[in-house]
């Protein structure tokens, strides 16, 4: 009996390592169930080194031999059930690709200016256990999000504070309010969310409490905002050190069930907000 698979997008700027590793990788444990691509918005040739890591973590030499980068414009007229974008940048320049069942906005360190013993192993582990999550939430179909695609004149870059110094302490009490940690978990998911999706998600009736758990997060720089038009979305700061994303990584990929059913909750959510940015480059219109 055949299988309708679902088809999977990976997007990053060069499409030279870590959305090449985690299209190898994602075809190596689901491709009977997923067809899966990858692509760049200013594609580059493929980093050796990328091979090499797909190669020592036990994929065949036969499955990375012809890995070559795409552009994303090679993809430009075809349907995808997911696009998920891998690094900050391709997030902005396609924030919202019009093609897309469902889209995710997922970041990873870019290994080749990864500092620490194998940075290309260690960035496809990262992703290994991000499909770990994904296969685990995405094991059953659900209903395709309804995407509100009118369009918004205004757009004002994320407010990004950096975090020189966070202390431990004050991150960790940070993740004591349920709304807090479902919150990060989710935003580390999806990548970006605003108010009414977080409302939605968790079954919290009143807007101004989520809005306070979110002002003691970016009081905190654990998220940053972003404003488009009438919506702020949030997001996980890109500036935040790298241990305290791995806490978060960590504890939403061993704890998938705690947001399992806000998951549920906020793919059958009707009318969500547009997340289009309307970048110059234009890549995903």
């Known amino acids: 009996m055949s299988i309708n698979k679902q088809r999977v997008l990976f997007l990053c700027t060069g499409n030279s390592a870590r959305s090449q590793m985690a299209e190898v990788l994602l075809k190596h444990r689901a491709?009977?169930?997923?067809?899966?691509?990858?692509a760049g918005t200013q594609p580059e040739a493929v980093d050796p080194r990328a091979v090499d890591a797909l190669n020592r973590f036990g994929i065949d030499a036969a499955d990375t031999a012809q890995l070559v980068a795409n552009?994303?414009?090679?993809?430009?007229?075809?349907?995808?059930?997911?696009?998920?974008?891998?690094?900050?940048?391709?997030?902005?320049?396609?924030?919202?690709?019009?093609?897309?069942?469902?889209?995710?906005?997922?970041?990873?360190?870019?290994?080749?200016?990864?500092?620490?013993?194998?940075?290309?192993?260690a960035t496809l582990n990262e992703i290994n256990d991000r499909l770990s999550m994904f296969l685990l939430v995405e094991a059953e179909p659900i209903s395709s999000t309804s995407i509100n695609s009118k369009s918004i004149s205004s757009e004002t870059a994320t407010s990004t504070e950096p975090v020189k110094q966070l202390e431990p302490s004050a991150f960790y009490k940070c993740l004591t309010d349920d709304i807090r940690l479902k919150t990060l978990m989710?935003?580390?998911?999806?990548?970006?969310?605003?108010?009414?999706?977080?409302?939605?998600?968790?079954?919290?009736?009143?807007?101004?409490?989520?809005?306070r758990n979110l002002a003691v997060l970016k009081k905190a720089n654990i998220i940053s905002d972003r404003k488009h038009g009438q919506w702020v979305f949030y997001r996980i700061n890109a500036e935040l050190p790298l241990w305290a994303k791995s806490v978060i990584a960590q504890t939403t990929e061993n704890n998938i069930s705690l947001i399992?059913?806000?998951?549920?909750?906020?793919?059958?959510?009707?009318?969500?907000?547009?997340?289009?940015?309307?970048?110059?480059?234009?890549f995903c219109n």
Request: hydrophobic share 35%; aromatic share 10%; glycine share 4%.
């Open 31 to 38: 491709g009977d169930r997923f067809e899966v691509y990858s």
């Open 71 to 121: 552009s994303i414009n090679d993809f430009k007229a075809q349907q995808f059930d997911y696009v998920i974008t891998l690094c900050n940048r391709a997030t902005a320049e396609c924030r919202s690709y019009e093609a897309a069942g469902k889209q995710l906005a997922w970041d990873f360190p870019d290994p080749k200016a990864r500092s620490g013993c194998q940075p290309f192993s």
């Open 186 to 211: 989710l935003t580390h998911y999806h990548g970006e969310l605003c108010v009414c999706e977080l409302m939605q998600a968790l079954e919290e009736d009143s807007q101004p409490k989520v809005s």
């Open 260 to 282: 399992a059913a806000p998951l549920q909750r906020l793919a059958q959510m009707q009318g969500r907000p547009s997340k289009a940015n309307f970048s110059k480059a234009n």
